[in-house]
């Protein structure tokens, strides 16, 4: 790493830490920021790394946050029997009850997406383009539907979360952390992932997948774990918000398909896909221009977000970093000149 | 006559009523550079998506070293050691020359765990021979979607040859080069069959290119064989004559 990109780092990340301390009532608001970057991150993955346009990806964050709440209450008691009470049981998690029943709760929200990922992987992969963005799309519409249809996780009714054991503002502060920490090992993870031959693979699909598969490329392979990834990040993050929001049901909260499943599309072509920092840069304007119009335009923001992806989807397609990378090519290491050739003969080794 | 390492045996292929190979047999010698030759919508792009397995055939065989590929997909056969170009060029539009080669190494033995491997100086090396080798150093690290429709042929040309393949397949190589480029194309050709000892079995339609270039040519129309031999032969064949003045 240059000096200058790893003091870039350190900024973001001291920045990342003080901001709950110095807005404490704004945490949640801070938490659910880190969300929507892992959001854009893991869409890119798919969307813009390897050219299939997801618009399913929502389904891992519903299944990871309702995985993770069955989890943490059907621990100690009967699941059925709460969701049927219909938050009127109460339970008394003692400290470690808590902590205990979230963090294993959290990993199976982490592992049930995967399996879920590679189980879609095999049917919907056959479609390609418009028909793939559809197909996930169905998915999702899907999910939602039968989770609201499904009485023992409370059905449309959603169930109410366990109560966080700590004191007043602590809860904000412990899933800010949680949120922040999540965000940025998924940006290491993907960091690493786009150094290695995985990077290359899942943008030559991108580019021809026929001409990938000509060339006896395992196709199928990498994009089933360029979902599994998106899905793994994504169930956690579904995990976390549901415990921090408090109670969760299936249409806002879970499998918001209009909000947030459009939101990841969003953020990532605003800030430029197909790179590493794009949906980041993407998503920060996003979500600042969001929480604006939410307190200056109430009543008009989704008119607001809507003339925003409109001005973006016609007439900047190559989002924020994209048009940087257009006109200041050098600064990605990409070249536009050529180079001299070598003096070397041309079967000769140098 | 060692054994053919590609046997084609009897293959037809239709799309609904429109017979686009019927019973075509033919055998590519191992080493050797194989012309397929005919007048345009005489089969023979079928033929090629069919042996490499673009497309299920609807009768006959076909056999690579000895081995029945007829049911096989296109990634399985390209893993075998067959590889083909395209008519119309497909390179990896928005990645540099050395990625699209890089990209393009033997994925035969792919395991798991090699999806996240780093890209060795030695195969970095290598790709940069192979640019070298088709011209195109000195532009190895442009995008190349930005190069020229000759330049991006050499390019595909060197991914092909990336991948080590026992046989390559070349759906018109010289088509839409440059006449001038041509000779070093042919040059490349026959290097790349000598030096690196690939099978060609090539498309052609640039009939100075195929009479220098192949040892042994089969002439298609209308989706069937009509003749082989030697260039000479072909050459002199009043049957390959008239279905290109277009008597047959």
């Known amino acids: ?350 | 006559m060692s054994q053919a390492i590609i046997d084609v045996r009897g293959v037809s292929k239709a799309f609904g009523g429109v017979i686009a190979n019927h019973e075509v047999s033919l055998k590519v010698e191992p080493g050797k550079i194989t012309g397929l030759i005919g007048p345009n919508g005489s089969g023979k792009t079928t033929l090629f998506n069919s042996i490499v397995g673009q497309y299920p055939i609807d009768g006959g065989s076909i056999l690579f070293e000895g081995q029945e590929i007829s049911r096989m997909n296109v990634q399985e056969i390209a893993r075998l050691g067959m590889l083909r170009t395209f008519q119309q060029t497909r390179i990896f539009s928005k990645m540099n020359c050395i990625q699209n080669l890089l990209i393009s190494v033997p994925h035969r033995k792919a395991a798991w765990r090699n999806m996240f491997g780093k890209h060795s100086p030695e195969l970095i090396e290598k790709a940069e021979r192979l640019l070298e080798f088709v011209g195109l150093y000195s532009k190895r690290k442009l995008v190349a979607g930005s190069l020229s429709f000759g330049q991006q042929k050499l390019l595909e040309f060197a991914m092909a040859l990336m991948n080590e393949p026992k046989v390559l397949l070349l759906d018109e190589p010289t088509a839409g080069i440059n006449p001038t480029l041509i000779n070093g194309l042919i040059d490349r050709l026959k290097r790349a069959n000598q030096e690196f000892g690939i099978t060609l079995f090539v498309i052609e339609h640039n009939m100075r290119v195929i009479m220098n270039l192949a040892d042994q040519i089969y002439c298609m129309s209308h989706g069937e064989l009509l003749a082989s031999g030697s260039p000479d032969e072909i050459r002199d064949d009043q049957r390959v004559i008239d279905a290109y003045l277009g008597a047959h």
């Open chain 1, 1 to 350: 790493m240059t000096r200058p990109s790893l003091a870039l780092h350190l900024v973001l990340l001291v920045a990342g830490i003080v901001a709950p301390f110095l807005f404490p009532a704004h945490s949640v608001q801070f938490a659910v920021f880190w969300i929507f970057v892992l959001f854009a991150m893991t869409w890119d993955t798919m969307g813009g790394q390897m050219g299939y346009n997801s618009l399913g990806n929502i389904v891992f964050f519903g299944l990871g946050m309702y995985i993770c709440a069955v989890v943490q209450i059907g621990l100690f008691y009967n699941v059925g029997d709460y969701t049927a009470a219909s938050g009127e049981i109460k339970i008394d998690f003692t400290d470690q009850q808590y902590y205990g029943g979230l963090a294993l709760g959290v990993f199976l929200a982490a592992i049930g997406p995967v399996i879920l990922a590679v189980i879609l992987s095999k049917v919907l992969f056959g479609l390609r383009g418009p028909y793939f963005a559809i197909g996930t799309l169905g998915v999702a519409i899907a999910a939602a539907e039968l989770t609201a249809a499904w009485g023992w996780v409370g059905g449309g009714g959603g169930i109410s979360m366990p109560v966080f054991p700590g004191g007043p503002g602590m809860r904000e502060r412990f899933f800010y952390v949680a949120c922040m920490v999540t965000t940025i090992l998924c940006y290491l993870f993907l960091r690493w992932l786009y150094s290695t031959r995985f990077s290359l693979a899942i943008n030559a699909i991108r580019d021809d997948e026929d001409k990938a598969e000509a060339l006896g490329l395992h196709t199928a392979r990498y994009k089933m774990v360029a979902w599994s990834v998106s899905a793994f990040f994504m169930g956690i993050a579904g995990a976390l918000f549901g415990n921090m929001t408090g109670f969760i049901e299936p249409l806002e909260t879970a499998y918001p398909t209009l909000t947030f499943g459009i939101f990841m599309v969003a953020m990532t072509l605003l800030g430029g896909k197909g790179t590493l920092w794009g949906p980041i840069i993407g998503a920060t304007v996003f979500y600042t221009l969001r929480e604006l119009t939410w307190t200056y335009l109430l009543g008009w923001q989704y008119i607001a977000l809507g003339v925003l992806i409109i001005v973006n989807v016609v007439y900047f397609q190559q989002g924020i970093l994209g048009w940087v990378q257009a006109r200041k090519p050098e600064w990605f290491g990409i070249r536009v000149e050529t180079q001299p050739a070598r003096a070397v003969k041309v079967d000769g080794k140098p």
